[in-house]
């Protein structure tokens, strides 16, 4: 009986020896993640981008530091993950000209730059190479394209709209200018990484005018339609668009006649007349001013096919401002590497919080509120997530809400 | 389903078939199984320890339950039909047999927040809905066991489970989730002595959930549709029920070993068991929030003697389970082919975060009563008894740390006794009270947990903001509460005429309601129909 009772406890005891419990070692922080930021082209040796906020953001978390004397800044205790890192700061003019190592106009200039999807799994010393632009006058300022739903619950797409705000101090005119907006294909066919000097457009459109026939005053702005219409009526949740500024006119919507055309110049796709604004994105648009004869720009398929649609190439350094509307994807967020505009000029991107629209969800720059005492002025860092937020309750020409004066 | 309701009906027919003999009641069965403690094991070979006598038992029921005592991710009301069958019988001179069915239909009213089978301290992945709404649930589990009479000192034996399940939601977004699991069990016994057995038996598991995409009318544009991650943590993304498909594949793997002890008064059962679990979570194209794995650990010990006419039960069971997730980093690869213009897309793993999410769990619950025995054995005219019953658990997330650890303790008394006994009829009425106490009720979230995200904010900061405030504290309420619980269940038996043969009916009629503290309540009520066949 006790060799019985042994041979059973024998058994017992192999069976529990042969399984331990579960590993129980966590996960650790990165104990340090090191980010050099190097002064762009132009500037002195001397002169460091110092005490300054470098910003590495994840889709969980964000970490702020200052950078050192030598433009230097170390996070310390970092959780792994895909980081964005960026950073941007405003000169003036003057010390614009202090800080360059040759003559230059006295402009304000920002100094921007930015790593998307950096991927921080362990220690790292990262290289943040800075760009600089100048002040722009004219900004893209609110970009909605997600649409709503009509009084019957029924998706509503005719109410897209793009503003452009004055945020100088002198009046300012459209006459002459484009707004191109970005390829979109669901598989990225042109980003930014592989050209670096081109944007390629889905469509080109241009504002009218002889010179001053559309002018801006300082802290207006204008705003461009596909349908210059009170949408409120058949979709209380949309916008009143009868007073926009310009319309893209097409038999899609139904066009208001008092307003002025924005001419179409280029679209990939035949039957779009009017702005191709999708309802979750990709969204990017950027203003530009060009004298030369856009005809003659190239028109190009996507890489690796001689069919399909064809983008129109245009020169980045024409460009006065752009901003980087990308969808939002269920599983994983915005993918940044899908970017088409370049990091000079939008360092950053911004996206709606849904991923297919209809959800009267509105990109909008925010108020530089220190600046603005006696009229408003925008925020411009030339990095979209710092300066735009996305709103719920678009309306054109408006920037006092609590949100846009954070 | 025509096919779920043909099994029904032929599971019905398998428990009328073979009468004759003298009846069984309801405490007979009961009896039966108690004083056979092997056939309450996953050990099919037990059925050939100790033979029970051919008979079945068929119920039908209907429950409802509604109140505000309940968990963030639990309906307001519950209510559905309940079949079950089971039957005893010898398949020949060498094969013993027994089955059981178990049908369950029923709705939940005003559920979120979870629109899979298993929400609670179990893989972290959990998808869902902040809007309420109501749920159809019908689960089919079938259950078998084959075993050898005793040959020489060995038993053998096998045992087959099967469970289907599927779950509806009745609003948008209108998910749908269907469970599959299916094991089978080998094992055998081997007698040591004449009251000594060792028993042995392992098995192989697969389940499997999954959730196709979720059907919607989408009257409300801004509706989101949430992927938990553990604890707090979750990305709350507006329309992503579009496209959404996400499966659970989990391969379970295990056995128990047995030590039995019967005298002529005794019998004493002891197992001890582990499972393994590995589970993998999918989506399309390898896109997975991560994988999750666990052990269970199992014992327990059911102890019986017969002194005179009392017959004396002691059971002591628990289990310890251990489960951890491995979250991953994964990006999509697009590669296109420049010769085709074509691309492809695929998921890279980029970063597997070891053990992130860690969960568990306990249960310890030791019973003790008494029964005055009457008719050898096959008949009880009274019943007291008391309970005791340690659980909790202890979910935590790393980096940020957060933790909610929960420690509870219930101790009850019942008792059943005898109301009528006339000419086989039998009216008897079963009472239980228990007090549930919180001892630990520990709720730590990260810090940016309870900020309120704002329009800028990313949709991961949105959903762990409305799980910190809407599913863990007031779950952290719930658990912070005790609750007196009280049951009152009163059964009428009699014998029944079907067709000349002989069976037993009998009618249920329970109602049991739990009050807490702060005033929550939590009400059951239930009536039931059955039969004993031979």
């Known amino acids: ?406 | 389903m025509r096919k779920h309701i043909v099994l029904l009906i032929i599971s019905i027919l398998v428990s009328v078939i073979g009468m004759a003999q003298s009846l069984v009641y309801t405490e007979e069965h009961e009896l039966t199984q108690l004083l056979n403690p092997w056939t309450m094991l996953p050990n099919a070979a037990g059925l050939g320890v100790s033979p029970v006598k051919k008979h079945g038992v068929t119920e039908l029921g209907y429950d409802k339950s509604n109140g505000n005592y309940h968990r963030a991710q639990i309906g307001n009301d519950l209510s559905g039909l309940n079949f079950y069958s089971e039957r005893y019988d010898k398949l020949s001179k060498n094969w013993l047999v027994w089955g059981s069915f178990n049908f369950q239909m029923n709705r939940e009213t005003d559920r979120a927040w979870s629109d899979v089978f298993f929400p609670f301290n179990n893989s972290p992945y959990i998808f869902g809905s902040s809007v309420k709404g109501n749920y159809d649930r019908q689960i089919f589990d079938l259950h078998a066991k084959l075993s050898t009479v005793q040959q020489g000192k060995l038993t053998w034996g096998v045992g087959v489970d099967y469970t289907a399940g599927d779950m509806s939601r009745l609003r948008d977004p209108r998910s749908r989730t269907y469970l599959a699991d299916y094991a089978v069990v080998p094992s055998l016994t081997y007698k040591l002595t004449e009251k000594h057995t060792l028993g042995l038996d392992v098995f192989a598991r697969y389940q499997k959930e999954k959730m196709p995409n979720a059907n919607t009318v989408q009257l409300d544009p801004t509706l989101k549709y949430y992927t938990f991650f553990g604890m707090e943590n979750a990305d709350a993304v507006i329309g992503a029920y579009n496209g959404f498909q996400r499966q659970f594949e989990s391969g379970f793997y295990g056995g128990d070993i047995q030590f039995g002890y019967k005298t002529g008064k005794i019998n004493w059962v002891n197992s001890l068991g582990m499972e393994y679990q590995l589970q993998e979570v999918s989506g399309n194209i390898k896109q997975s929030p991560g994988s999750y794995h666990s052990l269970n650990y199992k014992a327990s010990s059911m102890f019986r003697l017969i002194q005179k006419n009392k017959l004396i039960c002691a059971s002591l069971k628990g289990n310890y389970y251990q489960g951890a997730s491995n979250e991953f980093r994964q990006e999509l690869d697009i590669i296109p082919n420049l010769s085709t213009g074509i691309a492809s897309q695929e998921w890279v793993t980029l970063y597997q975060y070891s053990n992130r999410y860690i969960t568990k769990s306990y249960n310890v619950d030791l019973d003790f009563n008494i029964r005055n025995l009457m008719a050898d054995a096959k008949d009880y005219s009274w019943k007291a008894g008391v309970n005791l019953q340690a659980y909790g658990f202890d979910n935590q997330y790393n980096l940020p740390y957060s933790e909610m650890r929960v420690d509870r303790l219930k101790a009850g008394i019942y008792g059943h006794g005898r109301l009528l006994n006339k000419k086989n009829h039998r009216v008897n009425l079963d009472t239980k009270i228990d007090y549930d106490l919180a001892l630990t009720n520990k709720l730590v979230l990260s810090d940016d947990a309870f900020v309120t995200p704002t329009s800028a904010s990313t949709t991961f900061q949105q959903g762990t903001y409305d799980i910190a405030t809407q599913v863990l504290t007031p779950d952290n309420n719930y658990f912070s509460q005790n609750a007196l619980s009280y049951k009152l269940e009163a059964s009428y038996s009699f014998p029944l005429s079907f067709k000349k043969t002989q069976l037993v009916g009998f009618l249920k009629m329970y109602i049991k309601n739990s009050q807490t503290n702060q005033n929550q309540n939590w009400m059951n009520a239930g009536v039931s129909i059955g039969i004993i066949p031979l």
Do not use: W
């Not at chain 1, 949408?231 to 319309?247: G, K, M, N, Q, R």
């Not at chain 1, 035949?270 to 191709?276: E, G, K, V």
């Not at chain 1, 006696?374 to 006092?400: A, E, I």
């Open chain 1, 1 to 406: 009986m006790t060799k019985q009772i042994s041979i059973f406890l024998i058994l017992l005891v192999s069976v529990v020896s042969m399984v331990s419990c579960l590993d129980e070692t966590t996960p650790t922080a990165i104990s340090k993640i090191t980010v050099q930021v190097a002064m762009p082209h132009g500037i002195k040796d001397s002169v460091h981008y110092a005490n300054r906020y470098v910003i590495l953001k994840s889709n969980r978390l964000e970490y702020k530091v200052l950078t050192d004397s030598l433009g230097k800044a170390v996070f310390e205790n970092v959780v792994p993950d895909i980081y964005s890192v960026s950073t941007s700061c405003e000169i003036s003019g003057d010390q614009y000209i202090a800080y360059s190592d040759t003559v230059v106009e006295n402009k304000g200039v920002i100094f921007s730059g930015s790593l998307a999807k950096e991927q921080l799994f362990s220690e790292k010393t990262l290289q943040l190479a800075l760009t600089k632009s100048i002040k722009q006058s004219l900004l893209i300022s609110k970009i909605y394209a997600s649409g709503t739903k009509d009084a019957l619950s029924k998706n509503y797409t005719a109410d897209a709209y793009i503003e452009i705000f004055n945020n100088s101090d002198e009046t300012q005119y459209m006459d002459g200018l484009y707004l191109g907006l970005v390829e979109a294909e669901s598989v990225i066919a042109f980003p930014a990484s592989s050209n670096p000097i081109y944007i390629h457009a889905r469509q080109i459109f241009r504002f009218p005018g002889s010179g001053m026939d559309n002018p801006i005053l300082p802290g207006k702005s204008i705003v461009i339609a596909n349908s210059a219409i009170n949408h409120t009526i058949s979709a209380p949740t949309s916008v009143d668009l009868s007073t926009a500024d310009f319309e893209a006119k097409s038999t899609k919507f139904s066009n208001n006649s008092n307003v002025k055309t924005f001419e179409l110049i280029y679209t990939a796709y035949a039957s779009l007349l009017y702005m191709n604004l999708t309802n979750g994105g990709d969204n990017g648009a950027f203003l530009f001013k060009t004298n030369d004869d856009i005809s003659t720009y190239p028109i190009e398929y996507i890489p690796g096919r001689v069919s399909g649609n064809r983008y129109i190439r245009v020169p980045a350094e024409t460009v006065i401002d752009g901003v980087e509307v990308l969808r939002n994807k269920a599983t994983t967020g915005p993918d940044p590497n899908s970017k088409r505009l370049q990091s000079f000029i939008d360092a950053g991107y911004m996206f709606i919080s849904s991923i297919s629209g209809y959800t009267h969800e509105s990109i909008d720059r925010k108020v530089d509120v220190a600046k603005s005492t006696n009229r408003t002025y925008l925020r411009d860092t030339n990095n979209s997530q710092n300066d735009f937020k996305s709103v719920t309750d678009p309306s054109p020409r408006k920037y006092d809400k609590p949100l846009l004066l954070e």
